[in-house]
């Protein structure tokens, strides 16, 4: 068995960083088999998170964020061409082009694409965005470079969120609309949301909160012209970028007999996937945003990320697995960590801020824009969030992951009052927000029951 | 072949050394959030080499960027 392993054909389905990744580390475990890399994406593999950021306030162009190789992976690259479905019992993945590539075994990597506008005719309108490929990025950055009078942003997540700032910081009017309280309120709960809003306003965003657009209007040219918000009122705008979040890319494994679903591919902490029955395989292996795994500091509930650090973790992971067999296997245990840089500060986040129900500011205020936030459940530290404070995070993870007890004991010199006083923690329920959060618990939140139960009589 | 930098995030914890040793390619915006050019001059190569070793959370890949010709 473990000398199989070495041999056969591994094809990597998803051309980002996670099958990167997971093709360099695949050579670095001494794999020497054939690797196929297959994306639907034209060009090579590339970083997204400077595609809201550098690329958007003008200092790299679109197409300059190539990912560098951490070794040559030796792979056939298939690039341009999507998946359209798998064979699990012939083998092989089909392609749009007609062709079909066998595979021992598959590494499936497709992970997201931007939640786009409901309203297809309206979502087609010249100057209405998304923003998560490299074409986006490259035709939104030429859009601001042009110097719009306004733009509408939808969706105050964090994506929506550094649109904005790119906008403000190139001197552009921007307004910005969320259906939910607050922006962030999604990933990072009520009193950061009201943090982020104040960080909004003092940077001179026009910002919404509470409204949901009710339609986005066109002129005859069908050029965006504007949009009208649930308020009554309306926003003149050239440009529009929906941030409504991410869709996962498996509608190619419709009839695979995969655990497919709008929440990702389910899998085991060894990354293996599970069919429809529960049942884990032993040829097919998910990692990235298109993975949902248990995870044993929250309850093993199933975790989807869409996290760039989880991306790469699980990838090596995926790899060790696909040429290990039984106890020589690894399981993705990492704990969640992801960052945002908007309006100048550097947020940074580690354990799943949605996974409590009190928090305490443990460092720094509010008011100084500079702070560690902790969160807790029942007692124990489930995350942290640093706002310009990013040396103290490893200090947190720590804690999360030995299950300290929450509020965390003094320690810091910097500790303020506040730190001895949880409050309630306020994450909302995702459907009633514009952004969903970029952790999700897709079991069940752990405030929240699942049933009510009403006595008749 | 053009020599691409991508920079761990999630490690960095904003000692700037990079923004010291190679302030062509590495900023800071604000005190803490790092930006970055992501296809590194050919003039600079060297320095973002230093900056890389001299990282303190090693956060800095450098290498080349995948040239796929397809098929």
């Not at chain 1, 899998?267 to 995870?295: K, L, Q």
Request: charged share 20%.
């Amino acid at each position: 068995m473990a000398g199989d392993l070495w041999d056969g054909r591994i094809v990597v389905v998803g051309a980002s960083l996670a099958g990167l990744r997971a093709a360099e580390a695949l050579r670095e475990e001494g794999f020497t088999g054939p690797v196929t890399v297959i994306g639907d994406e034209p060009h090579p593999p590339y970083d997204r998170p400077p595609l809201s950021k550098q690329v958007l306030l003008g200092q790299a162009a679109a197409d300059t964020t190539g990912l560098p190789m951490r070794r040559d992976p030796d792979a056939e690259w298939r690039l341009g061409v999507p998946a359209t479905g798998l064979d699990p019992m012939g083998k092989r993945v089909l392609l749009a082009d007609g062709d079909a590539v066998p595979f021992d075994r598959l590494l499936i990597t497709t992970g997201t694409r931007a939640r786009p506008w409901p309203q297809r005719e309206e979502a087609a309108l010249d100057g209405v965005f998304t923003l998560r490929t490299l074409d986006d990025a490259g035709g939104l950055a030429e859009r601001l470079a042009a110097g719009p009078r306004r733009v509408l942003v939808i969706g105050g997540g964090f994506t929506g969120s550094e649109i904005a700032s790119a906008c403000r910081e190139r001197g552009l009017e921007v307004t910005v609309a969320e259906r939910g309280p607050g922006p962030l309120v999604g990933a990072l709960g009520g009193t950061l949301s009201k943090l982020a809003a104040a960080m909004h306003r003092a940077h001179g965003v026009d910002l919404r909160c509470g409204v949901t657009v009710t339609a986005l209007r066109g002129d005859d040219g069908g050029r965006f012209t504007g949009a009208d918000l649930s308020d009554g009122s309306r926003v003149d705008a050239d440009v529009c970028v929906v941030a409504l979040g991410a869709v996962r890319n498996v509608e190619w494994l419709a009839d695979s007999g995969l655990a497919a679903g709008p929440r990702g591919i389910a899998c085991d902490a060894g990354c293996r996937a599970f069919d429809m029955y529960g049942i884990v395989t032993d040829d097919v292996f998910v990692a990235g945003d298109v993975s949902r795994f248990p995870h044993p500091l929250f309850e093993y509930q199933m975790l989807s990320l869409e996290h760039w650090g989880n991306a790469v973790a699980q990838a090596e992971v995926a790899a060790h697995n696909m040429v290990h067999a039984g106890p020589m296997r690894r399981p993705h245990l990492s704990v969640p960590i992801f960052w945002s840089s908007q309006f100048g500060h550097n947020i940074k986040s580690v354990g799943v801020p949605t996974f409590s129900d009190q928090v305490v500011i443990a460092q720094g205020s509010l008011e100084a824009r500079r702070l560690v936030m902790v969160y807790g459940y029942r007692g124990r530290v489930t995350a942290a969030v640093t706002v310009d404070m990013a040396k103290s995070l490893e200090y947190y993870e720590r804690l999360i992951e030995t299950a300290a007890p929450f509020p965390p004991a003094a320690g810091a010199a910097d500790r303020p009052m506040a730190a001895e006083v949880p409050i309630p923690s306020d994450v909302p329920d995702p459907k009633g927000l514009y952004h969903g959060p970029t952790v999700a618990l897709t079991g069940h939140l752990p405030d929240r029951r699942l049933t009510v139960v009403r006595p008749t009589g | 072949m053009r020599m691409q930098i991508v920079v761990d995030l999630t490690r960095c914890q904003g000692y700037a050394q990079c923004v010291f040793l190679a302030p062509g390619v590495f900023r800071l915006h604000g005190d803490e959030a790092l930006l970055y050019t992501p296809a590194v001059p050919g003039d600079q190569v060297e320095r973002v080499r230093q900056a890389a070793a001299a990282c303190p959370v090693q956060a800095i890949l450098l290498g080349e960027g995948v040239s796929a010709g397809g098929r």
